[in-house]
């Protein structure tokens, strides 16, 4: 028998307990040894051998089709999936009619109303009678039970309306949970089935999985990458929403870096490809977005648990209902007609429903916004967080030093500069870029000196020949007799400060910082104002630097001198582990790892973020943050509220047994309100942005 493992997609699958049914009969298919059902995301996994056909056959009972992965499916007007539920409800107004025109003796509006709910719940009761066999009650089972009830004491028009409620409510709560997907299923969606590929000087259109690594992909203005790639010819402006969630399109040129899915805007462009079809950036985050939508949250796990007790509980109170008040002289046909009710009314849809429909629609509405959460946990635990400590460069910062002031010692300014390029063009050090790229763009005029014997001090900076002296160029350290007053004032504003100059004289200060985001000081305002108590910055760097920007962005408090290993132990050192890590996903993997939720900050194409990180913010956009913490107490608060509307109306409705008011009809409006309400409930998560 065959280990393959074959996913396909599915359609018509609305229930959760359906979705078990449906994997308990594919499990039992000749040539199968295993099935996932994946309710949240509509898909299954087969182990084995089977056809399409037969695993069709095992979910016939709910006209579930099935999909191969990767073939787009054919799409229906909602009414045309659901035209049996139109042709019973005609029967059942038709059945009205002849009751008026008949009367109720009449065979007529019986007839009508049995078919009527035969056409509307044929799929119904065919799953309910198979789990009566098999002793599984589920939704179907219930009402399965409650309508042969119903058709036994005589009730025939309440048992064909219940059908009909019945089957609304399913096809209400197929196309809800459609919306639900819809989010990630708009990111399957964004990527091309085909590539244009430039192969041995021959183009030619070609489906993405027979794309190999190396092929040159050709990509006009306005179309759609396919494939992740590195640019070789070509600049554009290029739309990457669809991976970071950043609505400026980004600047790329020769060498740069391409996502499958995003748009080139404006430019023709030749792309070395660099990922099979399956390893893409975006295949990714669909495969992790799909896997933390099947993750059991703590609250669910609490309903799954609950609702193992709840159903058998409702089972038996049903039976005691329509069995002890006629032995004590009441009617039977009453008691057993509030007995049917009670299994409709206490059937646990809407409660297990409750929270997955939360789950899958704001992990999914994150992904759209280019924030990728990796479970329903790590949804629930950034809500709880009080306390946040973020890496300081690359994630507070620009992570690159700028110069932001220069002083002269010397009038002669131009030669300064002269001598100060022509060391530190020689230089690979990060702050000798900065210097070299401030004079060329400030100065442009400036020519670099011509330097001998040039020389680097290990700690302390650089040296050369120029003109027959030698200059040096480095730390305040390196110089004797420094003028303090320059030095302290911008090493207090937590600047960087580089001196160059000769024997005989000090040439010109230079200060460098590396400047925090445009953006950091409003967010760190906004997380306080969602009730982040503690914000921490955790750096490398001497304490002066670390306190400036400390009380620049107004964090509560700051670690300096920190090792990676030292931002480890703070983070364990932490009361309950109840912080978030704010990082860049690759230096600070340790304390990411060991804090409740680890952040990875850019994460786009960054294949150890993506792995690593609970939460990865998909572009370089600190801004994402708050938009995470207000969507995941948005996502607890709904959750809440969906559990006690799913619990509470049934109790309301389960209450009338007591003066004998509960009918079918109001059973089935209980339920099928319930239900509704907290998927309606759970789509308002969709609106957050």
């Known amino acids: 028998m065959s280990s393959e493992q074959h996913t396909y997609r599915l359609n018509g699958i609305s229930c959760a307990n359906c979705a078990q049914t449906f994997e308990n009969n594919v499990k039992e298919i000749d040539g199968v040894k295993d099935a996932n059902v994946h309710f949240a995301t509509a898909k299954i996994d087969v182990v084995g051998e089977a056809s399409i056909a037969d695993i069709e056959k095992a979910g016939s009972f709910e006209k579930i089709k099935v999909i191969r992965e990767n073939i787009e499916p054919e799409k229906k007007p909602f009414w045309m999936r659901h035209d049996t539920v139109l042709l019973a409800a005609l029967l059942v107004i038709f059945g009205f009619i002849a009751h008026a025109t008949f009367g109720s003796s009449h065979y007529l509006p019986n007839v009508l109303y049995g078919l009527s709910a035969l056409i509307g719940g044929l799929s119904l009761f065919k799953a309910g009678l198979i789990n009566l066999t098999k002793r599984h009650f589920d939704m179907k089972t219930l009402m399965t039970v409650a309508v042969i009830g119903a058709v036994i004491i005589g009730e025939w028009r309440e048992a064909a309306i219940v059908v009909i409620l019945f089957a609304i409510s399913e096809a209400l709560e197929s196309y809800s949970m459609e919306k639900a997907r819809s989010s990630i299923r708009s990111l399957i969606n964004i990527t091309p089935n085909k590539a244009r590929i430039r192969r041995n000087g021959t183009e030619q259109t070609i489906d993405i999985a027979d794309v190999a690594v190396g092929d040159v992909m050709l990509v006009k203005p306005g179309e759609r990458i396919a494939m992740d790639g590195k640019i070789l010819e070509g600049d554009s402006s290029i739309n990457q929403s669809s991976i970071t969630g950043e609505s400026i399109p980004a600047e790329k040129t020769q060498g740069d870096e391409v996502f499958a899915g995003t748009i080139n805007q404006d430019g023709f462009l030749e792309i070395e490809v660099t990922k099979k079809a399956e390893d893409t950036t975006i295949a990714k985050i669909i495969h992790m977005v799909e896997e933390a ?193 320059h030095i302290n004032h911008y090493q207090d504003a937590g600047k960087t400060v580089m001196l160059c100059g000769t024997n005989d004289e000090l040439l010109l200060a230079v200060a460098l910082r590396d400047e925090p985001r445009t953006e950091s000081r409003s967010v760190i305002q906004n997380l306080h104002d969602l009730g982040i108590r503690q914000t921490y910055m955790l750096t490398g760097d001497h304490e002066q630097t670390a306190t400036a920007l400390k009380d620049d962005l107004a964090l509560t408090d700051m670690k300096a001198n920190l090792l990676p290993e030292d931002k480890l132990q703070f983070i364990k050192a932490q009361e309950n582990g109840n912080i978030a890590m704010i990082g860049d996903g690759i230096n600070d993997t340790p304390a990411l790892a060991a804090s409740k939720v680890g952040i990875a900050m850019g994460s786009a194409g960054t294949d150890s973020a993506l792995e690593t990180a609970d939460v990865a913010l998909m572009g370089d956009d600190l801004k994402k943050l708050p938009y995470t913490v207000k969507l995941s107490r948005k996502a607890l608060g709904i959750i809440k509220q969906n559990i006690s509307f799913a619990i509470g109306i049934k109790i309301l409705a389960l209450l009338l047994v007591i003066p004998g008011w509960l009918t079918l009809w109001i059973a089935i409006f209980a339920d099928m309100g319930a239900t509704l309400l907290v998927t309606l409930n759970a789509l308002r998560l969709m609106k957050i942005t």
């Not at 809407?350 to 329903?376: F, Y």
């Not at 400036?446 to 730390?475: C, L, M, P, R």
């Open 293 to 485: 939508q099947e993750e059991r949250a703590p609250a669910q796990q609490f309903v799954d648990r609950f609702a193992a007790y709840y159903t058998p509980a409702i089972i038996a109170i049903s039976a005691l209902v329509a069995i002890i008040p006629p032995l004590l002289g009441g009617a039977w046909s009453t008691w057993v007609y509030q007995g049917l009710a009670v299994l409709v009314v206490g059937c646990p849809c809407a409660l297990v429903v409750s929270t997955p429909v939360a789950i899958t629609t704001a992990i999914g509405n994150a992904a759209r916004n280019g924030v990728l959460i990796k479970g329903g946990i790590h949804l629930e635990q950034i809500g709880t967080i009080k306390k946040m400590a973020f890496d300081k460069t690359g994630t507070l910062t620009e992570g690159r030093p700028k110069v932001t002031d220069i002083h002269f010692f010397t009038d002669e300014h131009a030669k300064a500069l002269g001598y100060l390029k022509g060391l530190e063009i020689r230089s690979n050090h990060p702050l000798a870029q900065a210097v070299t790229n401030y004079i060329s763009d400030e100065q442009p005029d400036i020519a670099a000196a011509d330097v001998q014997s040039f020389t680097t001090i290990h700690g302390k900076g650089i040296q050369g020949e120029i003109n027959g002296q030698t200059v040096y160029a480095g730390s305040p350290n390196f110089f004797i007799n420094v003028p303090a007053v």
